[in-house]
T-cell receptor, first 105, second 115 residues
Framework: SQQGEEDPQALSIQEGENATMNCSYK?????LQWYRQNSGRGLVHLIL?????REKHSGRLRVTLDTSKKSSSLLITASRAADTASYFC?????FGTGTSLTVIP | GAVVSQHPSWVICKSGTSVKIECRSL??????MFWYRQFPKQSLMLMAT?????????EQGVEKDKFLINHASLTLSTLTVTSAHPEDSSFYIC???????????FGPGTRLTVL
């Protein structure tokens, strides 16, 4: 059975805008990871956030985790064309189908 | 593309014995290694993270004395399941992360069955 979902499935924005992707899951988790995958390449590990953490930053990335709502969000600020990729969340029990982000120059 | 090998690919052992699983990144250097276990029809569950030459960081609920991780070199990491019991039967997958582009790859997995 599906243990989570991501939305939106696809997102298209202009360069410079912020992009927000959401991940919801169904079971209690120990940690949640966000990955990026450029077309034809492997998964790039972006951020790991643990269940006792609420927010984490890495450069232009901000990840939040709300365990009460069983959801996480990935925010990319000041997006660039190079951010065009698919973004996946992964928990102990769920590896998402991803959000396809297109950043238009 | 990156090549990751795991050995053995499958193992059957008696309860109480220890089993060592090797993960090798054959054409890149893995500065970070993730170890996962996967139960049937479930996603990968992160067990621990290790950096080359450092002690592993274990996730909640994972016994560090039971699942010994050694990341002695940039191309080899081992997971030893000590005093294995039937409930340890699972699919164990390593995930070496390249230090160059932070790309993470996944090994083919090791099927452990403890009788």
């Amino acid at each position: 059975s599906q243990q989570g979902e991501e939305d939106p499935q696809a997102l298209s924005i202009q360069e410079g805008e912020n992009a927000t992707m959401n991940c919801s899951y169904k079971t209690s988790i120990n940690n949640l990871q966000w990955y990026r995958q450029n077309s034809g390449r492997g998964l790039v590990h972006l951020i790991l956030i643990r269940s006792n953490e609420r927010e984490k930053h890495s450069g232009r990335l901000r990840v939040t985790l709300d365990t009460s709502k069983k959801s996480s969000s990935l925010l990319i600020t000041a997006s660039r064309a190079a951010d065009t990729a698919s973004y996946f969340c992964a928990t102990d029990y769920y590896f998402g189908t991803g959000t396809s982000l297109t950043v238009i120059p | 593309g990156a090549v990751v090998s795991q050995h053995p690919s499958w193992v059957i052992c008696k309860s109480g014995t220890s089993v060592k699983i090797e993960c090798r990144s054959l054409d890149f250097q893995a500065t970070t290694m993730f170890w996962y276990r996967q139960f049937p029809k479930q996603s990968l569950m992160l067990m621990a993270t290790s950096n080359e030459g450092s002690k592993a960081t274990y996730e909640q609920g994972v016994e560090k004395d039971k699942f010994l991780i050694n990341h002695a070199s940039l191309t080899l990491s081992t997971l030893t399941v000590t005093s294995a019991h039937p409930e340890d039967s699972s699919f164990y997958i390593c995930g070496p992360q390249s230090g160059v582009y932070n790309e993470q790859f996944f090994g083919p997995g090791t099927r452990l069955t403890v009788l």
